[in-house]
């Protein structure tokens, strides 16, 4: 039986996944591929933590040009994570004429263009199905089984760990911190967790699908990004009241000329297909005319799911290098020469229904005032809140949801609120996708 040869750089939590999959799943891999994959080289600047997964010691080193150089390697998995030396060790990969995996979200989403341009012009493939949404096989869906739609909306959850947070907040059992350490105790987190929980995690996963969805690039650090830091059980429980779920969405739709991408926490009704994703789960909708809906759900984050991601790319690329098929399909969806350059939608001109939270005084004519404000900027009340005052006699949070209206009349009438003398807090606000 013929051995394809891997090398796997980075040997943490996904790392310690792929390897044991591809030794415990040995047997099932060869015969769905007629062919052996061996795990040639693991290359980590730390090769004495045991990880508790079976490799040997000749198979560790800390010089990744073992992995690089090695003639024998056919596929380099890179598990490294951020910018450089990502960047630099996959294109060199690639110069060297090997396939790469990776699950590298950041790195895709803003080096993407410059290794997806040697990835087709050497004829190699690419694989980076668990970069977005771990066990989701959403960019092979993209790539492949929705290769006939027009997209027209993608959104998703795609981050477990702010997912996690939000959904032990709503069920009562957790605070912000203790869901957080919780998230990354089990290792869901990235290694920095603000890129969870402030949405930036996400804006490279939307970056990404955006790409492949519409064949344009889209730039992570341009758009809307808002995380989940803001939010707190007040929101969750009147969201609740109302009959909405809050969750961090990633969003991009086309309207055949620009793209509106942003990240940011949404109201979902409650029987909307996101709003029961919960706990680590991810989910992506994805909606054109011809199919209508899709929605793909599965575990967003973990060493076995997104390790199981990381090895059926392995498989995928194997099967090209024994059919002689490589690169037979472009890794962005579309070739290069046929990609385009569609503008993103102006922030300005987001459109989308608000639900507004305010701490005011309560005193007469507050409510009259916010809504005489909302209304001088062409902004309409669907529907008003107002709690008890607290025991304490503070302020009073008034709750106020609007229909649809734009981001920037929004932002001028909230500005022109937060100076009032009877606003005693920043204004939250959520919109409310429905
Ligand atoms: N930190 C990410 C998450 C891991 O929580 O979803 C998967 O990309």
Same mark, same amino acid.
């Given at each position: 039986?013929?051995?394809?040869?891997?090398?796997?750089?980075g040997?943490?939590?996904?790392?310690s996944?792929?390897?044991?999959?591809?030794?415990?799943?040995?047997?099932?891999?060869s015969?769905r591929?007629?062919?052996e994959?061996?795990?040639?080289?693991i290359?980590?600047?730390d090769?004495d933590?045991d990880?508790?997964?079976?490799v040997s010691?000749?198979?560790?080193?800390?010089?990744?040009?073992?992995?690089?150089?090695?003639?024998?390697?056919?596929i380099?998995?890179?598990?490294?994570?951020?910018?450089?030396?990502?960047?630099?060790?996959?294109?060199?990969?690639l110069?060297?004429?090997?396939?790469?995996?990776?699950?590298?979200?950041?790195l895709?989403?803003?080096?993407?263009?410059?290794?997806?341009?040697v990835?087709?012009e050497?004829?190699?493939?690419?694989?980076?199905?668990?970069?977005?949404?771990?066990?989701?096989p959403?960019?092979?869906?993209?790539?492949?089984?929705?290769?006939?739609?027009?997209?027209t @909306?993608? &959104? #998703? *959850?795609?981050n477990?760990?702010?997912n996690y947070i939000? !959904?032990?907040m709503?069920? %009562?059992?957790?605070?912000?911190?203790?869901a957080?350490?919780?998230?990354?105790e089990?290792?869901?987190?990235e290694a920095?967790p603000?890129?969870?929980i402030?949405?930036?995690?996400?804006?490279?996963?939307?970056?990404?699908?955006s790409?492949?969805?519409f064949?344009?690039?889209?730039?992570?650090?341009k758009? @809307?990004? &808002? #995380? *989940?830091s803001?939010?707190?059980r007040e929101?969750i429980? !009147?969201a609740?009241?109302? %009959?909405f779920?809050?969750?961090?969405?990633?969003?991009?739709?086309?309207?055949?000329?620009?793209v509106?991408v942003?990240?940011?926490?949404?109201m979902?009704?409650?029987?909307?297909?996101?709003?029961?994703?919960?706990?680590?789960?991810?989910?992506?909708r994805v909606?054109?005319q011809?199919?209508?809906?899709?929605?793909?759900v #599965?575990?967003?984050?973990?060493?076995?799911p997104?390790g199981?991601a990381?090895v059926?790319?392995?498989?995928?690329?194997?099967?090209?290098i024994?059919?002689g098929?490589?690169?037979?399909?472009?890794?962005?969806s579309?070739?290069?020469?046929?990609?385009?350059?569609?503008?993103?939608?102006?922030?300005?001109?987001?459109?989308?229904?608000?639900?507004l939270?305010?701490?005011?005084?309560?005193?007469?004519?507050?409510?009259?005032?916010?809504?005489?404000i909302l209304g001088?900027?062409?902004?309409?009340?669907?529907s008003?809140l107002?709690k008890?005052?607290?025991a304490q006699?503070?302020?009073?949070?008034?709750?106020?949801?609007?229909?649809t209206?734009k981001e920037?009349d929004?932002?001028q009438?909230?500005?022109?609120?937060?100076?009032l003398e009877?606003?005693?807090?920043k204004?939250?606000?959520?919109?409310?996708?429905?």
């Amino acid at each position: 039986m013929k051995t394809i040869q891997v090398g796997l750089i980075g040997f943490g939590v996904i790392g310690s996944g792929v390897v044991r999959i591809l030794e415990e799943s040995r047997e099932l891999i060869s015969r769905r591929l007629g062919a052996e994959l061996r795990l040639k080289k693991i290359a980590d600047l730390d090769i004495d933590t045991d990880r508790g997964v079976p490799v040997s010691r000749e198979q560790l080193t800390t010089d990744v040009n073992d992995i690089l150089e090695d003639p024998e390697i056919d596929i380099v998995i890179e598990l490294m994570g951020g910018y450089e030396p990502a960047r630099t060790f996959v294109l060199k990969a690639l110069e060297n004429g090997k396939h790469v995996v990776s699950a590298n979200k950041a790195l895709l989403s803003k080096h993407g263009d410059e290794i997806f341009t040697v990835v087709e012009e050497k004829n190699l493939a690419v694989g980076y199905e668990a970069s977005v949404g771990g066990a989701i096989p959403i960019i092979r869906s993209l790539r492949e089984a929705f290769a006939a739609n027009p997209i027209t @909306l993608i &959104e #998703g *959850i795609v981050n477990g760990t702010a997912n996690y947070i939000l !959904s032990r907040m709503s069920d %009562g059992s957790c605070d912000f911190d203790s869901a957080l350490r919780e998230a990354q105790e089990k290792g869901f987190a990235e290694a920095d967790p603000t890129f969870d929980i402030e949405g930036i995690d996400s804006a490279h996963k939307i970056a990404i699908l955006s790409s492949l969805a519409f064949g344009t690039r889209v730039d992570a650090d341009k758009i @809307l990004v &808002e #995380g *989940i830091s803001t939010i707190g059980r007040e929101d969750i429980q !009147s969201a609740a009241e109302l %009959g909405f779920r809050i969750k961090l969405l990633a969003v991009s739709k086309f309207n055949g000329e620009s793209v509106d991408v942003r990240v940011h926490p949404a109201m979902l009704p409650k029987d909307h297909p996101m709003a029961s994703i919960n706990g680590v789960l991810n989910a992506v909708r994805v909606c054109d005319q011809w199919m209508e809906e899709n929605v793909l759900v #599965g575990h967003g984050a973990g060493s076995l799911p997104t390790g199981s991601a990381v090895v059926g790319d392995v498989i995928e690329i194997a099967r090209g290098i024994l059919s002689g098929s490589s690169g037979r399909i472009p890794p962005q969806s579309f070739p290069k020469a046929l990609r385009r350059d569609l503008p993103l939608l102006d922030r300005d001109d987001i459109r989308s229904a608000y639900f507004l939270r305010f701490k005011v005084k309560d005193q007469p004519g507050v409510l009259s005032t916010l809504s005489g404000i909302l209304g001088s900027h062409a902004i309409s009340i669907e529907s008003v809140l107002q709690k008890e005052r607290s025991a304490q006699g503070q302020g009073v949070p008034l709750m106020i949801m609007t229909h649809t209206a734009k981001e920037k009349d929004i932002r001028q009438a909230l500005s022109k609120i937060s100076e009032l003398e009877c606003i005693d807090e920043k204004p939250v606000l959520i919109r409310v996708e429905k």
